[in-house]
């Protein structure tokens, strides 16, 4: 991990917390909260962290958490034996370090995020994409903590000298495009429309691939809207497969991971259905098709295979 690399992470917009608990000395009474160890020591000195402290020697991490304050999200023994039994090996020995590293840097973030902190949306982490952009990963704080639509907060604020630790119950593992969607309740009408069986074209396949792709991604209510502009159109299953096709692939733009920092007024995005639309960024991020324009209401979403911008309208080429 290069110093550069962790320059941008304490650039992260995380804010400090306040110390709720951790052992106490006697030279004031025992009321001093005093707080000894860091977040890989304190992840040593819990038996239910053995795992996760052996993936991070093995992916040779120990030293990037050493220097710098982190949130930590930190899923158990148990968590990693379901992982195991989910990827079909035996333990750590059948992971490489190359492919821990990433699995592991998404469950951490740059700075001391306590549970009182979290906001639910996106939040950028030490796993990096396409451009090296941070992973997001997404948090919900409805009903508890949940991390990426399932993985739950189990016991918050374990408190180190460099951060804070978040006890979960499963392995968190980075996203790309599609499963950003599928993890995003707004998205069932795009997934509904992505998975139509009798589209010609498996778009799940390829966004599912290498990449890198830009995906401009209308919510339930754009999709509604559209439904609503035509008389003939109750669902999606009324709208003629052809039309779905051509719509579905004017909201990609394949071969670029266009972040929003990215994006310029005028810039014309070649979709994957060969037209084109143009970006415009003097009032916020908006896309102008021939029939209207769309504005970006969430940017810079990044998967491990591109980056999803989420906005109020259907595109129509």
Not at 5 to 13: E, R
Not at 267 to 283: K, W
Not at 289 to 309: C, E, F, I, Y
């Amino acid at each position: 991990m290069t110093n550069s690399f962790l320059a941008k992470m304490m650039a992260f917009f995380m804010i400090c917390g306040v110390v709720t608990f951790t052992s106490c000395t006697e030279d004031d009474g025992g009321d001093t909260p005093v707080i000894e160890l860091n977040v890989v020591e304190t992840a040593q000195d819990d038996a239910q962290f053995s795992t996760l402290v052996d993936a991070l020697v093995k992916a040779d991490l120990v030293n990037t958490l050493n220097d710098g304050t982190y949130t930590v999200f930190a899923p158990t023994n148990a968590a990693f034996n379901q992982l195991f039994t989910d990827l079909g090996v035996s333990g750590l020995d059948d992971l490489s370090a190359a492919t821990l590293t990433p699995i592991l840097l998404y469950h951490v973030v740059a700075g001391d995020v306590r549970s009182t902190d979290l906001t639910s949306g996106y939040v950028g982490t030490a796993s990096t994409g396409p451009n090296n952009q941070a992973l997001k990963l997404k948090v919900e704080v409805e009903n508890g903590v949940t991390l990426d639509n399932a993985v739950n907060v189990t016991s918050a604020d374990v408190v180190a000298t460099n951060g804070v630790i978040h006890v979960i119950d499963e392995v968190l593992l980075p996203n790309n495009v599609v499963n950003i969607a599928l993890q995003n309740s707004n998205f069932t009408s795009l997934v509904a429309a992505l998975t139509r069986a009798d589209l010609s074209f498996d778009f799940v396949d390829f966004l599912s691939g290498d990449g890198p792709f830009t995906v401009f991604a209308p919510t339930n209510d754009a999709f509604q809207a559209l439904l609503d502009s035509n008389d003939q159109w109750n669902s999606l299953n009324d709208i003629d497969v052809t039309t779905l096709d051509a719509v579905l692939k004017y909201h990609v733009i394949s071969g670029t991971n266009f972040e929003s920092g990215a994006l310029s007024d005028n810039l014309v995005g070649t979709t994957a259905g060969g037209n084109e639309f143009t970006i415009n960024t003097a009032n916020g991020v908006t896309v102008t098709d021939p029939n209207g324009t769309s504005n970006v209401v969430l940017a810079d979403v990044q998967g491990t295979n591109g980056v999803v911008h989420v906005i109020d309208r259907v595109l129509i080429p």
